[in-house]
C-alpha cells in the first residue's frame, strides 16, 4: 500500500513515444516497484496504445489521460498539482536518473538548502552514455532550470503561478524561475544528480518539427522579455535576438526560420492580452541581481 503523502513523486508526461517511455520506465524500474513513491504518468492524447500499455504492465503507475492533446506544459501543471508529495522530480519521457542513492541526496540537499525551491540536475543529451560519469561541478545557485531533469520541492510550486500552458512547448522552466527569484526563491544547480537524456541535439534541425520548435523558442524567449524585463531593456534585447536570427539562419537561405520568426512575431501580436494580463516585471534592482546570477546549466560533457 503505497503511502498517502508520499514523500517523493515521478512525473512524466508522454504523448506517443512508447519506445522511449518503454525504455525510460525499465530504467526506473527501482523507482516504479518502490511503494513509497508516487509514480505519475499524464498521457497527453497518445494514439500509440501509451495508456494500454501502461495499463497492462504497471498498475502500480498513476496513470492520467488527456483525452485531446492539450500540450506538453498544461500537462506538467495537471502532475505538479496533482500530486501529493513533499518533492517532485521531472522526466522527459526519454530521460532517466543515472545517480545513486538519488532520493536520499534529494532529500538531504532540500532539508539543508531551505530556499531551494528547485534542484536542477546535471544533464547528458546524447544516445549513448559516456564512460567518463564523475566529472566534478560546483553546487552553485543559477538562473533557471531545464524540464527534462529537475526536483521541485512542492512548498515552492504551490507558491507561484502555473506554468503558461499558452506557451505549449519552451519558455516554462524560465516562466517560473522568474516567478520564484520574485518570491525569493531559489534554483540550485546540482550536478551530483546525473540524468540521460536520450535524444541527438544535432540532429533535431532536419527534423520535420524544426520550424515550429524554433517558432515556439523564439516566442517564448520574447514573451519573457514583454512579461519579466524593464521596459528600457525590451527593445535592445528584442531587436538584437531578431537580428541575430536572421543574420546566422535566413541571410544563409532558412527559409523555415524565415516562416518560424514572421510566426513567432504574429504569436505576440495574438497573445498580447495574456501577455499584458500575466506581467511580473523585475525591477531594476531585481533585474540586475538576476542578471548576476551564473547562467542556467543546458548540457553537461566530460572532459
Known amino acids: 500500500m503505497k503511502l498517502k503523502e508520499p514523500q517523493f513523486s515521478i512525473l512524466i508526461t508522454t504523448k506517443n513515444r512508447l519506445p522511449d517511455l518503454k525504455k525510460t520506465l525499465e530504467h526506473l524500474s527501482d523507482f516504479v516497484q518502490d511503494d513509497d513513491i508516487e509514480f505519475i504518468i499524464c498521457d497527453d492524447g ?9 495499463k497492462s504492465n504497471y498498475n502500480c503507475i498513476q496513470l492520467i489521460v488527456n483525452d485531446k492533446s492539450k500540450g506538453l506544459i498544461h500537462s506538467r501543471n495537471r502532475l505538479l498539482n496533482l500530486t501529493k508529495a513533499k518533492y517532485a522530480i521531472t522526466l522527459d519521457d526519454d530521460a532517466h536518473l543515472v545517480s545513486q542513492d538519488t532520493l536520499e541526496y534529494i532529500e538531504n540537499y532540500f532539508s539543508t538548502n531551505k530556499k531551494c525551491a528547485v534542484m536542477a540536475f546535471r544533464i547528458f543529451w546524447g544516445k ?4 567518463k560519469l564523475n566529472y566534478f561541478q560546483d553546487i552553485s545557485r543559477v538562473k533557471g532550470f531545464v524540464g527534462c531533469g529537475h526536483a521541485w520541492r512542492l512548498e515552492a510550486w504551490k507558491d507561484i503561478p502555473n506554468y ?16 520564484l527569484f520574485k518570491k525569493d526563491w531559489e534554483v540550485h544547480y546540482t550536478p551530483n544528480v546525473l540524468v540521460h537524456h536520450r535524444v541527438d541535439v544535432k540532429s533535431r534541425k532536419t527534423h520535420k518539427d524544426y520550424q515550429i520548435r524554433l517558432r515556439r523558442s523564439l516566442r ?15 527593445p535592445k534585447r528584442f531587436v538584437y535576438t531578431l537580428w541575430i536570427q536572421i543574420k546566422t539562419k535566413v541571410f544563409k537561405g532558412d527559409t523555415k526560420a524565415l516562416l518560424a520568426i514572421l510566426q513567432a512575431l504574429g504569436d505576440i501580436i495574438i497573445n498580447s492580452p495574456r501577455l499584458v494580463k500575466s506581467v511580473n516585471r523585475l525591477s531594476k534592482k531585481e533585474f540586475n541581481d538576476y542578471s548576476r546570477l551564473p547562467e542556467t546549466v543546458l548540457y553537461w560533457n566530460p572532459k
Open 46 to 54: 497518445s494514439s500509440d496504445g501509451t495508456s494500454n500499455f501502461i
Open 128 to 131: 549513448v552514455l559516456p564512460e
Open 164 to 179: 503558461p500552458d499558452w506557451f505549449v512547448f519552451y519558455g516554462e522552466e524560465d516562466f517560473a524561475s522568474y516567478q
Open 220 to 234: 517564448s524567449g520574447w514573451y519573457l522579455y514583454i512579461l519579466f524585463y524593464p521596459f528600457n531593456q525590451i
